[in-house]
């Protein structure tokens, strides 16, 4: 699959020395989902995998994907050939022909601690 950048400050965002200046916990997940984004032939092979979580954003006919790995999170949106956003269904068959991403972000979540 093709994998293509928001911006430079994206691109960087995802060299190895930079995701291990995130805390471990983060790092280590993070790492593996860029490293099975980039290996993947579609995002239907991410499906079927325990160590991520494929989630999409909206159920309107285009609409961004957020890649989960623990508290990494990577914002991903569906392109054609020309870079122009494409209408997915978030079924097998839908995602089987999603060949071409761009990667708008990458994030550490953070979580909101209990209050009493």
Do not use: Q
């Amino acid at each position: 699959m093709r994998v293509d950048f928001a911006s430079s400050a994206v691109a960087a965002a995802t060299r190895p020395s930079e995701v291990a200046r995130i805390d471990r916990t983060t790092a280590g997940p993070l790492a593996r989902a860029l490293t099975l984004l980039v290996h993947a032939s579609s995002l239907a092979d991410l499906l079927p995998l325990r160590s991520v979580a494929l989630t999409r954003h909206s159920t309107e006919p285009i609409s961004d994907y957020w890649l989960r790995a623990g508290r990494g999170l990577v914002h991903l949106r569906p392109v054609d050939a020309s870079g122009r956003p494409i209408a997915t269904t978030h079924t097998l068959e839908g995602l089987m022909t999603v060949d071409t991403l761009i990667l708008l972000a990458v994030a550490r979540i953070e979580t909101m601690g209990a209050t009493a």
